[in-house]
Each structure stands twice: as C-alpha cells, then as structure tokens.
C-alpha cells in the first residue's frame, strides 16, 4: 500500500495498492493551489499502522495560464485551520443526499472543498453564518466515497492558504452483504460499566479487514478497528446514560474504491444509573441542599445583626431639640 503525502496536509491526498514495488499517481486538474513538497510512504495491508520514512521531498510548482509565469500559495501554518462535518452522516447509502459543511474561524475568507488532491467547489460563506459554508452532495454513488478535506484563504491575500482541515472519510454504503451486530452482556447495563460489540462479516472476504461502528444519531462513525478475521471487537468503556442509543456496524475498504457494506441491523442498548451512582448523586443533592441552606442561615444572621446594630445605633444617638418646638413652648406675654 502506497500512500502519497502533502506538506501541511494531515491527511494523505491518495492512496494506492500495488502488487509490485511502485504505484503511480496522478493529480489531475492541477491550479496553483496544488503547488507544495510532495513525499510518499508504503505499509503492508495486514500492518496498517506500521509505515515507512517518508520519501525524499519533490516540490511542485504549478503556473497559471492566465498571467504566463508561475505563482506559488504557500501554506500560512499560523492561520487556524477548519473544521469539516458531514450531516446527517458520512455513512450514507447509495442515491442519498449529504451537506458536508466547512467552517472556519477565520472572517473575510473563500472556502475550497476537495476531494483527495482534487478541488470540487469553491465558494463564499453564507451571509448568516460567517465563516461557514455548505457543499451538498446529491445522488451519492461509489464514485463519491472517499476523502473529504476543506481549507480557506483571506480574500485580500488570496496567495495564502490555511492549512487543510482534518480529512472526513465519506462511505457510500450498499455494496456488500449486510454484517451482523451482537453484544456480549448479560442483564442490565449500568453505569460506569464496560460494554463488547461483536461486528461478524457473513462472509470471511479478506479485501474487507477495517469494521466501523455506527450510532444513530451520530455523524460519523464512533470507533474503528482493523482485523483479518471476519469479525471485529468494539468496546464502550466506562459507559453512562449518554451511551444510550441504537448501534450498527459496517465493514469497509480504507482506499480506492472505499466500497462498505450495508449497515447491520439496529442493536438497541440501554445504560441505567447504577445503585453506586444513584448513592452518590443522592449525597450530592444532600450536600447541595445542605450547602444552600447553610448560606441561607448565614445570610439571616448577618441580615439580622445589621438590622439589630442599626436599631441600636439609632436609640443611642441623642436627639437635636426643634428650635421652632422651644419657642412654641414660650408663655404669651
């Protein structure tokens, strides 16, 4: 497996698989935006996570047509980078629709949508919400999966460009036999407990070794796990009553074509309060009400006491005689 690298991007722009000892990669419809020091790395298919040094840098530089020399935009390292979602989820199935939203921090910029090394859109942030703008992906099929990045730059520097966004893998699911989903807990989930998901493949294809768990409600995937078997562990650790929900699972090809499988049936899990925390938030509460009803008397006693001091102030101060009183007071001649 090959991977070919860009500096300043976090994610690798393509991906191939190669039998031999070379894989060849192609960058197509390259615009200045693509001029960068590019390197590669290479790992065995069964060791994902084990790579090569990086290759030796080769810079590229790209010119524009338009002004007849070559104009370079460089990479701005202090510049935030974006963030990029998908909604309602980057596991959706074949013909759906999905939004996959950019957004920076950054005011008084231009947003670009790639796909692996390849600018799909490019377009101002809605005037509602600065900062963000929306791609919508419509009819999605195969050739759509794959990885999504976003970046910016200030409208009055267009030369400069923020670094990439994290890379969102988007899966176009439908073309594989639907797995199966199982949990290995007996009785009632609690609290603070640890919970294994089994995710079995019906078949044991082995081009298929990266399984990924789903949660409705969630808009990508919340746990990956690689194995050469036709099955794969998924472990909820510690869970709470937020772990609640509906799960399924998929299992899928980490580059080109990025085929996944249907989803699996729905497993419903339900997480309780445990008797430990229902205790502890019981002591809680005590311990609130006690704390509220500690300031409270105390917040008497001083209101009390400036009360009592200012009565006691007022009775002890000698009293100023009217003059106008006196000289009512005087017989009448």
Same mark, same amino acid.
């Given at each position: 497996?090959?991977?070919?690298?860009? !500096?300043?991007?976090?994610?690798?722009?393509?991906?191939?698989?190669?039998?031999?000892? &070379?894989?060849?990669?192609?960058? %197509?419809?390259?615009?200045?935006?693509?001029?960068?020091?590019?390197?590669?790395? %290479? /790992?065995?298919?069964?060791?994902?996570?084990?790579?090569?040094?990086?290759?030796?840098?080769?810079?590229?530089?790209?010119?524009?047509?338009?002004?007849?020399?070559?104009?370079?935009? &460089?990479?701005?390292?202090?510049?935030?980078?974006?963030? =990029?979602?998908?909604?309602?989820?980057?596991?959706?199935?074949?013909?759906?629709?999905?939004?996959?939203?950019?957004?920076?921090?950054?005011?008084?910029?231009?947003?670009?949508?790639?796909?692996?090394?390849? *600018? @799909?859109?490019?377009?101002?942030? /809605?005037?509602?919400? +600065?900062?963000?703008?929306?791609? &919508? =992906?419509?009819?999605?099929?195969? $050739?759509?999966?794959?990885?999504?990045?976003?970046?910016?730059?200030?409208?009055?520097?267009?030369?400069? *460009?923020?670094?990439?966004?994290?890379?969102?893998?988007?899966?176009?699911?439908?073309? @594989?036999? !639907?797995?199966?989903?199982?949990?290995?807990?007996?009785?009632?989930?609690?609290?603070?407990?640890?919970?294994?998901?089994?995710?079995?493949?019906?078949?044991?294809?082995?081009?298929?070794?990266?399984?990924?768990?789903?949660?409705?409600?969630?808009?990508?995937?919340?746990?990956? +796990?690689?194995?050469?078997?036709?099955?794969?562990?998924?472990?909820?650790?510690?869970?709470?009553?937020?772990?609640?929900?509906?799960?399924?699972?998929?299992?899928?090809? *980490?580059?080109?074509?990025?085929?996944?499988? /249907?989803?699996?049936? %729905? @497993?419903? *899990?339900?997480?309780?309060?445990?008797?430990?925390?229902?205790?502890?938030?019981?002591?809680?509460?005590?311990?609130? $009400?006690?704390?509220?009803?500690?300031?409270?008397?105390?917040?008497?006693?001083?209101? @009390?006491?400036?009360?009592?001091?200012?009565?006691?102030?007022?009775?002890?101060?000698?009293? $100023?005689?009217?003059? &106008?009183?006196?000289?009512?007071?005087?017989?009448?001649?």
């Amino acid at each position: 497996m090959f991977m070919l690298l860009k !500096e300043g991007t976090s994610s690798p722009v393509q991906v191939q698989s190669s039998e031999s000892g &070379r894989a060849n990669f192609l960058l %197509h419809n390259m615009i200045p935006y693509d001029t960068e020091n590019y390197s590669y790395v %290479h /790992h065995e298919q069964a060791v994902l996570f084990w790579a090569s040094y990086p290759s030796d840098y080769v810079e590229i530089l790209v010119s524009d047509p338009n002004v007849g020399q070559t104009e370079t935009k &460089r990479i701005d390292n202090f510049l935030p980078k974006p963030s =990029l979602s998908a909604w309602p989820n980057s596991v959706a199935s074949e013909n759906s629709n999905v939004t996959l939203q950019c957004v920076s921090p950054t005011p008084g910029i231009q947003l670009v949508l790639r796909k692996g090394d390849v *600018i @799909l859109d490019s377009r101002l942030p /809605h005037h509602l919400t +600065q900062g963000t703008a929306e791609f &919508r =992906l419509t009819n999605l099929q195969q $050739r759509d999966a794959g990885y999504y990045t976003c970046e910016y730059y200030l409208k009055g520097s267009p030369d400069t *460009i923020s670094p990439s966004s994290d890379s969102l893998l988007l899966l176009v699911t439908g073309y @594989l036999y !639907e797995p199966s989903l199982r949990v290995h807990h007996s009785g009632l989930i609690t609290t603070g407990e640890k919970v294994n998901l089994q995710c079995q493949k019906p078949y044991n294809l082995t081009d298929y070794n990266m399984f990924a768990l789903l949660k409705e409600g969630t808009s990508s995937p919340i746990q990956f +796990q690689n194995s050469e078997s036709n099955m794969a562990d998924f472990t909820l650790q510690n869970v709470t009553v937020n772990d609640t929900g509906r799960y399924s699972c998929v299992y899928l090809q *980490i580059e080109p074509p990025f085929r996944a499988s /249907h989803p699996s049936n %729905h @497993l419903a *899990i339900s997480v309780a309060i445990s008797s430990s925390a229902v205790s502890e938030c019981y002591t809680k509460s005590n311990l609130i $009400r006690l704390g509220i009803s500690t300031m409270f008397v105390v917040f008497m006693a001083v209101f @009390l006491a400036e009360a009592w001091y200012s009565q006691r102030a007022s009775l002890s101060r000698p009293r $100023r005689k009217n003059p &106008r009183a006196q000289e009512l007071k005087k017989p009448v001649e």
